[in-house]
């Protein structure tokens, strides 16, 4: 293996020279005296640097020959034995600074085929008829001939006699799966549905009696405000009948007839996030809910008397949650409704 690439002989033989004859010059010097010394040391210099162009010239002309002899490259069993003898690309250090990989075999890739969408006949069918429909009115109210609007006609029969054998079997359906049958949850027919809005009513005036001490009203008024007159007796019903306590927020500062002096609004509702107060309205106000030995809120419970459980939602604000309920004159049922579907009834589970 060779120990040094044959290009930097002439640097290395140069350098070699110079070293000796400096040694040698320096012997010398020691030895003559002072007289005439440095005409002398001129000369030996510049014979020192003849020399040493000689041996460079020299060494160059061996390096090219050297350089054109082809250069091993090492083998695996070489690269295994002596692993940090060996760069990349598998040939020796020295050789060469650098080594350029060959290029990557890179293919084209196939054009992505397009998937394949089935659409059932049934679709198919629909579509080309939904566009003879169309297409059969439009010409018929364009040109109403009795042969284009008995075109139309006939081709709607068929659309009508669809959705007629569609309902029927939608009921048959409802009647063999009782799970999916809506009405056993919200009666529809006269006689259950009666009897599901005298239990829930019975149960929505027991919660609201057992919570009142928890719950307020908020009733947004103004001395000039028309349908405040009519809301002020209604809401002063709701409080006698359920005991919830009534606070009454004037926006011009009037008092109120029915419940005599008001709260003059000093900016509360619009901390409450009513920029434009629309009179009459009613929010509610839950006191915050406790907290149990656990960590948790406490769950306010109310039994009814069939044994079934309503909660009331947990108010989880430090100074207590306000909810808006509504705007404009509601009645007393209306009123005591949207109380209960909002203490008590999460989202989704009563509709």
Known sequence: M????????????????????????????????????????????????AVS????????AFAQTADDTPVEVATETDAALQPEAYSYCG??????????????????????QPTKVVVPPEVIELEA????????GRIASWKPTSANV??????????????????????????????????????????????????????RDLF???????????YVYSGVCGPC???????????????VP??????????NPIFGPTLPDRGQLKAWGIDHAVTPALLIFQSPTPMDSTGRFAKRTVATVEGRTMQLRPCEQARGCLTYLGAGVMSVEDIAERFFVLLSKDPGTDY
């Open 2 to 49: 060779p120990v040094a690439p044959s290009s930097v002989l002439p640097a290395y033989a140069s350098a070699a020279t110079a070293a000796v004859l400096g040694l040698i010059l320096q012997g010398r010097a020691r030895r003559r005296s002072r007289r005439g010394r440095g005409r002398r040391l001129g000369l030996e210099f510049i014979l020192v640097a």
């Open 53 to 60: 162009w000689l041996v460079g010239c020299c060494a160059t």
């Open 91 to 112: 040939r020796r250090l020295g050789a060469w600074f650098y080594c350029e990989p060959p290029p990557a075999d890179v293919r084209p890739s196939a054009p992505d």
């Open 129 to 136: 008829y939904q566009k003879e429909l169309d297409e059969a």
């Open 150 to 203: 008995e075109r139309y006609m006939r081709l709607q029969r068929i659309s009508m006699d669809k959705s007629g054998h569609f309902s029927d079997l939608w009921r048959r359906v409802v009647w063999n799966n009782p799970d999916l049958d809506y009405t056993l949850q919200r009666p529809t027919g006269s006689v259950a549905k009666n009897e599901f809005d005298s239990e829930r009513q019975s149960d």
């Open 208 to 218: 609201l009696r057992s919570v009142s001490a928890e719950i307020g009203v908020f």
């Open 229 to 243: 007159r009519i809301a002020s007796p209604i809401i002063k019903e709701f409080s006698d009948r359920y005991g």
């Open 246 to 255: 009534v606070k009454v927020i004037s926006t011009d500062g009037a008092a």
